[in-house]
């Protein structure tokens, strides 16, 4: 089944907590703390492996966890980092968060990091200070980052197939390569886009073809639009017309129709270059059909064919291959995947009803990472929170002692 279009969930791993601990060996006094750090959370990566087709796997599992690292232990020992995940996509995926997208895999074997796994916590020996020896406080390990994606398969071909439902095209692939589509005399047999890769003397190339399109396509009409995104990569487009028309109109009309389509989907369609086959040359007063169709179409170079007999053929695929050739490389929009960070105040507060909400990321991050078992972290918690400005950023909103304040998923009572 092919399937080009899938959400995925995903989950870093979370960083080990690090380890209270005391070095008690005889002979050695005053041995200190030894408590070492947590290991790193697994990190989430995709890669564009050239051996899938079809983001159809994602159907069945689209979650995805990374492990969590182990926690320190005595003797300054750290905790093992986790694996990273690396889950596999087809060359030619797109991927989107946030309703943006943020990368594009068009190279096999290209590699990106979609989901950072969270630091481990520091342990009870790298709290150690000159007035403060013997501290019993150890970070929680940092959540890992957590994330939704679209993913959308945009073949990668050399040229696209386009045309109304019937023009051949199925026919066509199968003759100049050794696909087999499904072919069959009534419209939109063709349900998937199907790849063939043809050679011409000494060239190879890939040929991609799309369920025939109609009027009002890029509007969601039939199935065209639904795959209009896999000829967005190809160099050349083939406009295969049927040269006794479709659903009663007559060649030159769907023609003009399909480079309407192209041109309302992407504006880039028509730029790119594009041979103008008529095909089924081989049935009653084909000849006279042309005529009529080359009075309307003038100053166009036209190449009559039979995909059933092969009439005309080799004179397009040789033109074709020139074309292929001589044509530039697509354009990739994303070369690379870019991290952007956007400026955000530490914390903000707001008043909910009576409780007074503390939020924000290094907010949030300083607290998943306290241990509030612990009377050292607890005291540093609140010491990190009034050098930011917290407790006075509160009293300007009109808290006083007493009052109720929430910070993640914890009630305060407010204290100065």
Known sequence: M???????????????????SFRREKYVPLGGPDGGNGGKGGDVYLLADPQLTTLLDFSYRPHFRAKDGMPGSNSNCYGRGAEDIVIKVPVGTVIHTGGKAVADLTVAGQKIMIAKGGRGGRGNSSFKTQRRNAPHIAEKGELGEEVAIDLELKLIADVGLVGVPNAGKSTFLSRVSAARPKIADYPF?????????????DMQFVIADIPG??????????LGDEFLRHIQRTKVLVHLIDVSGFDGKTAYHNYKTINNELSRYSPKMLKKPMLIAVNKMDVTDAAEKLKVFKRYAKKKKIFPISAVTGEGMPALMNALAAMVAAAPPDDVFIEETRREYVYEPDFTVTKQEDVFVVSGKKIEKLWSMTDFNQQEALRRFQNI?????VEKSLDEHGAVVGDTVRICSREYVYEK
Do not use: Q, S, Y
Request: net charge positive; proline share 2%; glycine share 20%.
């Open 385 to 389: 929170l009034k050098k930011m400005g």
């Open 2 to 20: 092919f399937i080009d279009k899938a959400r995925i969930f995903i989950i870093a791993g979370r960083g080990g907590a690090g380890a209270v």
């Open 189 to 201: 047999t063709t349900l998937k886009p199907n790849l063939g890769v043809v050679a011409v003397n």
């Open 213 to 222: 399109l109609i009027e009002g396509a890029h509007d969601g009409h039939g």
